[in-house]
């Protein structure tokens, strides 16, 4: 079974408009990390976000910020306002392997990935 | 800047041959992480060390090993190359003890076989 979902292959938002990317995940894990990252066509991996399994406050930074509903496992971004530059793949990641003291040496296991695109 | 360095960015080479790709991860960072991407498999999870230990192994091929050194670099080591063995190898590292759990990835090096 997919750990990660990402049902959305390709999304299109007109600029200064607001986009969810969709994410669904599959853990046993009581205790486990969900980030998104973006990739522009340039290749490199951009961390945007995170939000752990025990944090009661959906995570925030500038434009983005994390639906987080925890019983119905899914993590979707929003991204607000959006902007040109906001046109590239992006992927959910979950970590999971937490150890007791809260901090996690797991690998973070990807979604396939949404390809946004922005219209002018 | 991720802090992360992978050399070469750009690699061509010819089936059957053997590469080896190097990883910098940043300052104060135990552990790295290498992944495989290619468009039919997405990213992919190689392999894990941690402060020169492997500590975990997803889906590597026998025909590829790596290893981290005692300055915490590391490196993949990639032979009887085949075609589709070309993709997109990123190395990732994270801060050990952190709670937060971020990989930051190099730029990643990009492998051609021919």
């Known amino acids: 079974a997919q750990k990660i979902t990402q049902t959305q292959p390709g999304m299109f938002v007109q600029e200064k408009e607001a986009v969810t990317l969709d994410c669904t995940y599959d853990t046993s894990d009581q205790s486990y990390g969900l980030f998104w990252y973006k990739q522009p066509s340039s290749g490199e991996m951009i961390f945007l976000i995170y939000?752990?399994?025990?944090?009661?406050q959906n995570a925030t930074e500038g434009r983005y910020s994390l639906n987080f509903q925890k019983a119905r496992k899914s993590a979707n971004l929003v991204i607000s306002a959006s902007q040109l530059g906001d046109s590239a793949m992006y992927f959910c990641?979950?970590?999971?392997?937490?150890?007791?003291?809260?901090?996690?040496?797991?690998?973070?296991?990807f979604g396939q990935g949404t390809i946004l695109t922005v219209h002018p | 800047d991720s802090g992360v360095t992978q050399t070469p960015k750009h690699l061509i080479t010819a089936t059957g041959q053997r590469v080896t790709l190097r990883c910098s991860p940043r300052?104060?960072?135990?552990?790295v992480y290498w992944y495989q991407q290619s468009l039919d498999q997405g990213l992919q999870f190689l392999i894990h060390y941690y402060n020169g230990e492997e500590r975990a192994k997803g889906n590597i091929l026998e025909r590829f090993s790596a290893q981290q050194f005692p300055d915490l670099h590391s490196e993949l080591n990639l032979s009887s190359l085949e075609l589709g063995d070309s993709a997109l190898y990123f190395c990732?590292?994270?801060?050990?003890?952190?709670?937060?759990?971020?990989?930051?990835f190099g730029e990643g090096s990009r492998l051609t076989v021919l």
């Open positions: 990641a979950m970590r999971e392997g937490f150890n007791a003291g809260g901090t996690s040496y797991g690998k973070l296991t």
């Open positions: 990732a590292s994270s801060v050990a003890g952190g709670s937060y759990g971020e990989l930051f």
């Open positions: 300052s104060g960072d135990l552990s």
């Open positions: 939000q752990g399994s025990y944090d009661e």
